[in-house]
């Protein structure tokens, strides 16, 4: 990245700066209710468990050291199915419910973001984002998992040949390594339009779903690099939470998984509000330079970002 290049992505973090201070009362409303809803899903979801997770490692140990036979082993197994059943239902809808929170907090800092001042009510917000953002955003979300899925899948099938043609542990683990990140980074590149199709379908009527990552995909071209930047700086801010929580090592403790997942949940509501508000900046500035009219209730003046003639023909 060169220092034109290196400019214009600063001017973005200053810019996203701007707006999170112009609407930071709004902001710490969106925070707080985030980070108060995904923690009540996370204590939900380890006194939900607790019991049928302590109930089903007795089974697995009486399965293991007694050997039963006849209807005590019908009765253990049915009961272990029993309380896979339980575990596998309440993971499912927390991570329903924590899904459709975060999809919320998204469309709400994302329309925040893109008014002049605090002009739009709550109760507007919440019907605005209720009946059409949060909609539209679902459907484009759809698209991006099953594009993430496909993705993921192309990647394990390509390492296949790799666990088989090379058999020295040393050169496997390099070389497997080494993939990993170069697949990480195309991930991070790709996911540039995939982040800015969701801005897409908060901001614009009648756009979401596949149509969305097209007009995505369209807007990014020649600010694309930016895009990339930011995605790769909250990557690795997310990395580095993860392997800080690896280090503590008394992770048994009920005490410590708690307050490390509520740590946890700060941060990443805290970085999810500013990422989405560093979209949608990129996503007006990608307007400007694509000669496109910003008409949107009370719409930010946004400062120009410093662009650079990229050669797009490279740009998938």
Request: hydrophobic share 55%; net charge positive; glycine share 6%.
């Amino acid at each position: 990245m060169g220092f034109i290049e290196f400019s214009g992505f600063v001017a973005i973090l200053k810019e996203s700066i701007k707006v999170l201070a112009k609407n930071g009362h709004a902001m710490a409303t969106i925070a707080t209710l985030s980070i108060l809803l995904h923690s009540l899903l996370l204590f939900a979801n380890v006194f939900a468990t607790k019991t049928v997770i302590n109930d089903l490692l007795a089974k697995e140990t009486l399965l293991l050291l007694l050997v039963p036979q006849g209807p005590e082993l019908t009765d253990l197994l049915v009961g272990l199915k029993k309380d896979f059943r339980i575990i596998l239902g309440v993971e499912l809808a927390i991570l329903i419910v924590s899904f459709l929170v975060s999809l919320f907090s998204m469309g709400a800092t994302i329309l925040v973001s893109s008014t002049r001042k605090n002009i739009l009510s709550f109760k507007d917000l919440m019907l605005s984002i209720l009946s059409r953002s949060c909609a539209r955003s679902l459907i484009t979300s759809f698209h991006i998992a099953l594009f993430l899925v496909g993705y993921v899948i192309l990647v394990l099938t390509m390492l296949i040949p790799i666990r088989v043609f090379i058999d020295r542990p040393f050169a496997l683990k390099f070389v497997s390594i080494l993939f990993v990140i170069v697949a990480l980074l195309f991930w991070i590149y790709l996911s540039v339009v995939w982040a800015l199709g969701l801005v897409v379908s908060v901001m614009e009527e009648s756009c979401y779903g596949i149509e969305a990552l097209g007009r995505a995909g369209g807007l990014v071209k020649g600010k694309r690099l930016y895009g990339v930047a930011l995605n790769f700086l909250f990557t690795m801010a997310s990395v580095i939470v993860f392997e800080g929580c690896r280090v503590i090592k008394d992770r048994k403790s009920l005490l410590i998984q708690i307050i490390l997942g509520v740590l946890v949940i700060v941060f990443y509501c805290l970085v999810a509000i500013f990422q989405y508000i560093t979209l949608t900046v990129l996503y007006f500035e990608c307007k400007k330079a694509q000669g496109e009219e910003i008409e949107l209730q009370g719409s930010l003046e946004y400062s120009k970002v410093p662009s650079i003639p990229l050669d797009t023909n490279d740009v998938p």
